[in-house]
């Protein structure tokens, strides 16, 4: 039966246990017994869950988890927890200039999306070219099909792909330097 407290009351405390009221002395050991057994095992749903915190070796299922569609074992450790990261944004919008955008961005690829109504002369419809910028990275082709594979996934069903320009800025530094020479030819006819 409910009764009203009183203001100066207090409620009365928890049972540390969830048993009934009339539970046997030997169900109230093994509860105090499981829960002393349970509390000594770490809880790492909150790191596990984290892609900025999980485990490097436990990446593969997070991104499973979440529904990576692209995903490569030759990524760097920032590039698999970035796109693991983003793969929440990019199915949420999944089939946009910006889903496109934010899956590879996740690789470190820079994308101008440039679409058929934004040419000098019209393209055809439904067609739309990329401007993509690669600073720091070697362009290979497992990194070609990574990119075309993630764009044909992120991109709406209706548009088609016409060409991808690629800009990189080089690592590479110029270096200058001058010789000068100097010798002395002697012909020495012969007797």
Not at 87 to 102: D, F, N, Q, V
Request: aromatic residues 8%; positive net charge.
């Amino acid at each position: 039966m409910w009764r009203r407290l009183a203001v100066t009351e207090q409620p009365p405390s928890l049972p540390e246990c969830i048993l009934p009221p009339n539970q046997t002395p030997l169900e109230a050991a093994l509860d105090v017994a499981a829960a002393a057994r349970l509390a000594t095992i770490p809880h790492l749903v909150r790191t596990t869950a984290n892609p900025a915190t999980i485990p490097t070796c436990w990446l593969p299922w997070l991104a499973w988890a979440w529904r990576v569609e692209n995903w490569s074992s030759g990524w760097t450790d920032q590039q698999k927890r970035q796109s693991i990261a983003a793969s929440c944004e990019i199915h949420r919008h999944k089939g946009t200039i910006g889903a496109l955008r934010a899956a590879l961005y996740a690789l470190n690829i820079g994308v101008q999306v440039v679409e058929w109504f934004e040419e000098s002369p019209r393209k055809a419809p439904y067609t739309f070219r990329l401007q993509l910028s690669m600073d720091g990275a070697t362009v290979t082709p497992a990194t070609w099909a990574t990119i075309m594979a993630i764009v044909a996934t992120t991109k709406n069903a209706r548009s088609w792909l016409t060409s991808a320009d690629i800009t990189a800025q080089p690592t590479a530094t110029t270096c200058r330097a001058a010789c000068a020479h100097y010798g002395l030819i002697l012909d020495i006819p012969a007797p």
